[in-house]
């Protein structure tokens, strides 16, 4: 019985928090959609001093790859990152890409966010979850961010930096889907990380004793 209420508190939980965080709500994803471009550049070292100062900027770990962001949740809240890639060799580029910070960040943290706070486990684990969860959480957005500038810079266009032959180029395609496209991302990666940094050996042994004793 404390087990199927707990089961109970916690769906419960995780549908009021989920519809909370995952509400549009504009001040909020203003804020975040600011946050995402700073801390996207930040990671990617741009240099906007050379941009101002008219030359090129540096490229992204030292490659050719120029990557400008912009934050325009004021114009296009649906798609409120629009970025500039050029490549720094030849100054050929590719401009007015947009994204949503919404899908690529704010989403996948939403979710991750309700699962922890909806698991009935004592506070000190579940503070230590959030901590470390949000930063694999966060490590995963860097990476979808990553594959959409991978996928823009391969090709055989004239600001493209390489181009793989196939099975190589298949398998890249197909990665960029599933970890930046396809909407099952922002719910399946947070819910594995959930898993891994919230349960114990012992929550699955306690677990599985139960049903074998035909709690319910």
């Known amino acids: 019985m404390v087990a199927r209420r707990k ?7 995780l549908a009021i928090l989920y519809t909370l965080f995952a509400w549009p709500n504009a001040t909020v994803e203003e804020a975040y959609s ?15 001093d ?14 050719d790859a120029i990557v400008l962001l912009y934050s325009e949740y004021d114009q296009d809240p649906q798609h409120d990152v629009r970025f500039l890639i050029a490549n720094r060799s030849n100054g050929r580029g590719l401009q007015n890409e947009k ?18 706070l909806a698991t009935p486990i004592h506070w ?3 503070v230590f979850a959030l901590g470390v969860g ?29 181009h793989w032959e196939r099975p190589w180029s298949v398998i890249l395609n197909v990665t960029y889907h599933l970890t930046s496209v396809v ?13 891994t940094v919230t349960f114990r050996r012992e929550d699955w042994d306690s677990l599985l004793s139960r049903f074998q004793q035909g709690e319910r």
């Open 7 to 13: 089961v109970i508190f916690f769906f419960v939980g």
């Open 34 to 48: 600011r946050g995402f471009v700073k801390c996207a550049e930040w990671l990617m070292g741009v240099d906007r």
């Open 50 to 63: 050379a941009v101002i100062d008219g030359g090129p900027p540096d490229g992204v770990y030292g490659t």
């Open 99 to 116: 994204t949503s910070s919404r899908h690529l960040g704010y989403m996948p943290a939403a979710v991750f966010l309700s699962l922890v």
């Open 124 to 126: 000190k684990r579940r």
């Open 134 to 162: 949000w930063a694999l959480v966060h490590v995963f957005v860097a990476a979808r961010l990553a594959m959409i500038l991978l996928h823009k810079f391969h090709g055989e266009e004239a600001y493209c930096l390489f």
């Open 183 to 195: 909407p099952a991302s922002i719910y399946v990666v947070p819910l594995i990380i959930w898993i």
